[in-house]
């Protein structure tokens, strides 16, 4: 029995001996594999030598067309009735300057000067005979502004007063006073008139003729048609490129119509919201291209002289003022000074010239990537 389990423990060994062998002679039968070797390829990049030079451009802004002048008509007279005037007294109606737009009812004013100028003409009568003996030089001019006074008629130019005693005798019998009264109440009575102030049309009416204003009341909304201004918006550094006075040409979204119009003004701050600097430009309505106030019109700022600059695609720089360059075959990063940016492109200075500028936008490389020019 034990002879038996030997010679089965003898052949198992036997087994694994005899395969450990047979796998190594077989390893060592195939052939040595070679390292694969990689290989890195440049990239190729494209590239300027920096050149300075003195650039002509153009500076494109886009903004809503606004009247020059809007005023609210309201009512500065006692409560009446709205007449009409020399217009139809509704939204859209033209007008001259001049033209008389409504007229508040004011035949009540008119009873209340007539008899403060019938009262006036009365102590004016009853002092005539006192001034004639105590002030005989000013009797004359006296007596021909009392000739001129008309109910009907403004008041003429009251004479002046010279001595003290002139200015005490007039001063206690009220005339002064009484004549200063009428001419306030005369002016209170052109109120009721309301003239146009310019050429225009009416944007908003808010009363029907025949229905009552009260005194501080908002009668209509008119605007200036004839004069216009353009508000567009530009960045700080496009804005120290425009100056006051100079000429901007205009046109219309499909660039189809032109106008001419000049720079007025500039603000002095910066909008919150769209940290712009607005531009204000004044334009002329004519009958061949009309204006109106609502349009949406481009301005082009032409010929501004930007010196000692070079003109890159703006997809070229990054982190705001950032380009590359490449320096013995090596990517490296400079910053830029940007004079200019315009729609696809900016102006820039600040490297040195002869440099070979990445004139392209670079994905996924970083500073020291070797690189080829193409």
């Not at 900016?346 to 500028?357: A, D, Q, R």
């Amino acid at each position: 029995m034990k002879k038996r389990q030997f010679i089965i423990l003898g052949s198992i060994i036997s087994i694994f001996v005899i395969s450990y062998y047979s796998m190594n002679f077989l390893g060592s039968m195939k052939p040595i594999s070679k390292k694969k070797i990689i290989k890195i390829n440049k990239r190729y990049v494209q590239t300027e030598k920096v050149k300075y030079q003195n650039i002509k451009s153009k500076i494109f802004a886009s903004g809503r067309l606004s009247s020059k002048e809007e005023i609210d008509i309201i009512s500065q007279v006692p409560a009446d009735k709205i007449l009409k005037g020399d217009i139809p007294f509704k939204k859209g109606e033209t007008f001259k300057k001049g033209t008389l737009l409504l007229k508040i009812n004011n035949q009540e004013k008119i009873l209340v000067l007539k008899s403060q100028k019938s009262k006036f003409l009365n102590s004016l009568a009853n002092i005539l005979p006192d001034l004639k003996v105590d002030y005989p030089e000013s009797f004359k001019k006296w007596e021909k502004f009392f000739y001129e006074i008309n109910i009907l008629k403004k008041m003429p130019k009251m004479p002046e007063v010279h001595s003290k005693q002139e200015k005490i005798f007039f001063g206690i019998r009220n005339i002064l006073s009484d004549y200063y009264a009428i001419e306030r109440e005369e002016i209170i009575l052109e109120r009721y008139n309301i003239y146009a102030p310019f050429n225009g049309t009416f944007t908003d009416v808010f009363f029907k003729v025949g229905s009552v204003a009260n005194m501080g009341s908002r009668l209509a909304n008119i605007i200036r048609t004839n004069k216009l201004e353009l508000e567009v918006p530009l960045d700080i550094t496009n804005a120290n490129f425009v100056k006051i006075g100079n000429f901007v040409k205009i046109e219309n979204e499909k660039g189809t119509k032109f106008w001419k119009g000049k720079i007025i003004r500039k603000s002095n701050f910066v909008d919150e919201q769209t940290q712009a600097i607005s531009i204000f430009i004044s334009l002329n309505s004519n009958a061949k291209n009309k204006l109106y106030k609502g349009m949406y019109l481009k301005a082009v700022f032409e010929n501004i002289d930007i010196k000692n600059t070079m003109e890159i695609p703006r997809n070229a720089v990054f982190n705001t003022n950032e380009v590359f360059i490449v320096k013995n075959g090596v990517l490296e990063k400079k910053e830029i000074k940007i004079e200019k940016i315009n729609e696809k492109t900016l102006l820039f200075s600040g490297i040195s010239e002869n440099t070979n500028l990445v004139v392209q936008a670079l994905i996924n490389v970083s500073e020291g990537t070797e690189v080829r020019i193409n």
